[in-house]
């Protein structure tokens, strides 16, 4: 149990380009998911959480109208880089959080997504 | 500022030895402490993880020591194989404040045969 995936798992686009990565829970409801960005060899930086329903917030030095984030229900969250330039190409990795019970700390990552903008 | 401070930065242990991980933290709001297994290429994965009321959690061969009063924890993992070799990452969140996760910078353990 507690899967989370994520599509495409690898992306290559032209600088411009607009590109929407998906992220699920398939097994288990998400009271919120979170966006991570991964520098390689680098630790996992925050960038947004999300709740169903509701706004993201954003981290400190990331342009929401840059990567714009949608929690559509409790199972879904998207986030689209809009108009991708090479230094945002990155590894992006969500995470969901558990909705009830008595592991509402836990966070279970997705295999990320590998973004590469020429 | 990182929250949470992570070290070594790397480790080569032989197999069948302890690989130890050691985290510190300052915010004392922290009330959750998970680590992560990472492969390269791959998402984190959820190893073991522990709360400030217990001093030690063992799963396995992987076991959390918790100082309360240092502000430290630590990921011991005994009889450590080459399947071990990974990238290892604590973090630390606040229970009802958001839950987001502060990582350490991860420790890149290499287990030789």
């Known amino acids: 149990g507690a899967v989370v995936s994520q599509h495409p798992s690898r992306v290559i686009c032209k600088s411009g380009t607009s590109v929407k990565i998906e992220c699920r829970s398939l097994d288990f409801q998400a009271t919120t998911m979170f966006w991570y960005r991964q520098f390689p060899k680098q630790s996992l930086m925050l960038m947004a959480t999300s709740n169903e329903g509701s706004k993201a917030t954003y981290e400190q030095g990331v342009e929401k109208d840059k990567f714009l984030i949608n929690h559509a229900s409790l199972t879904l969250s998207t986030l689209t880089v809009t108009s991708a330039h090479p230094e945002d190409s990155s590894f992006y990795i969500c995470?969901?959080?558990?909705?009830?019970?008595?592991?509402?700390?836990?966070?279970?990552f997705g295999p990320g997504t590998r973004l590469t903008v020429l | 500022q990182q929250q949470v401070k992570q070290s070594p930065q790397s480790l080569i242990v032989q197999k069948g030895g302890i690989s130890i991980i050691n985290c510190a933290y300052e915010?004392?709001?922290?009330?959750?402490f998970p680590w992560y297994q990472q492969f390269p290429g791959k998402g984190p994965a959820l190893l073991i993880a522990?709360?400030?009321?217990?001093s030690e959690k063992k799963e396995g061969r992987f076991t959390i020591s918790f100082n309360k009063s240092a502000k430290q924890f630590s990921l011991h993992i005994m009889d450590s194989q080459p399947g071990d070799s990974a990238t290892y990452f604590c973090?630390?969140?606040?229970?009802?404040?958001?839950?987001?996760?502060?990582f350490g910078k991860g420790t890149s353990l290499l287990v030789t045969p």
């Open positions: 973090a630390a969140s606040i229970s009802n404040s958001g839950y987001a996760l502060n």
């Open positions: 522990i709360r400030p009321d217990v």
């Open positions: 915010n004392t709001a922290f009330d959750y």
């Open positions: 995470s969901a959080r558990v909705r009830g019970g008595g592991k509402t700390d836990t966070q279970y």
